[in-house]
């Protein structure tokens, strides 16, 4: 049995959204106390609000209301509003998601207050550091107290930088909701199947330089079935700027999804073209294969069997995206949808 306690989230960003969704049910069923922070980083309906209706989340307690800037402005905003509420509280945890700017000054507020900090989704790596997300990743690790790995392959990441005996698997608990959302939609007759793909684009990577944009919507726009891009705000600013236009051939731009809608239309779809790390994952997951417009992924157990492949450099798209669905089952790296379970034990456990 382990002691009642007070855990208090930082989240900010799509992403952390639905990977607080299994944890705060799990903190609330264990009956412990759970504060939720948002840091604001995130703020359009879209990208926020619509994932806590959906997913059953609790109204954040605080909100810090940063918004957009860049990475030092960004992050130091949230650094000096987070003292004072972490102060105020002093919860027996921080617990900080993922690899976002609101993850790393959760890290750094708290521990410089002496607080105790677990970092979920512990471990991963690109090993690309011109990426923003693996400098936060490596340096939220560094700083982490407790180290909840996804898999074992983080795991051993985090052997190598001397972190083990900070570090637990507990496996991932995006999986969790995925597979709760996947039963739910399909229950519901949600999933129209079709010869679609669905598309995702918002890495700095992809979207900043302008030549590289316009050559990954140009190749979207020219594949042989309809895509169906889900624009992240980003992209769209990005678009607008550099004279891209969107909607053209094979391409049809919409806002980006609420989770149960994208989760019915991966199911629907014949595949995904993405840059993001979530949407290769959940590819996986609901047996629909993915190429990912990336030099490398972090996600690296998603490629077994070319369910997911990477294609930086676009070339053969077209084959690559209507590849034929692997027939092998599938390995369960990610466990089996109850890790938030043994992040909330491990929480209670952990001296
Ligand atoms: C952030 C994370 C990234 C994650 C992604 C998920 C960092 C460094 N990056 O990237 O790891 O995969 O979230 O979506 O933390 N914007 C809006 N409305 C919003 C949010 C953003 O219009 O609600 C626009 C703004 O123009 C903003 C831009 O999107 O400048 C980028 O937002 P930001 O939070 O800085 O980074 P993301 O690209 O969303």
Redesign the pocket.
Known sequence: MGAHLKVLSIVG???QFVKLAPVAKGLTEAGHEHIIVHTG????ER??GIFFADLSIPAPDIHLGVG?GT?GV?TGAMLASLDAVLDEHRPDWVLVYG????TLAGAVSAVKLHLRVAHLEAGLRSFNRAM??EI?RILTDHAADLLLAPTQVALGHLTREGLADRAVVVGDVMTDVCYVVRDAVVAAGQVNPGEFLVATI?R?ENTDDPARLASIILALQELPLPVRLLA???LI?RCHEFGVELDRGSLQSSEPMAYPEIVAAVLGSRGVVTD??GLQKEAFLLGRTCTTLRRETEWVETLADDWNVLNADLINLAESVTRSTPTEPRATPYGDGHAADLVVKTLSEWH
């Open positions: 960003a799509r992403p980083q995130h703020y359009d990208m926020s957009s990475h960004q690899d976002t700017n609101s923003p997300e936060n918002h700095a992240h705000p980003r600013a993001s790390g």
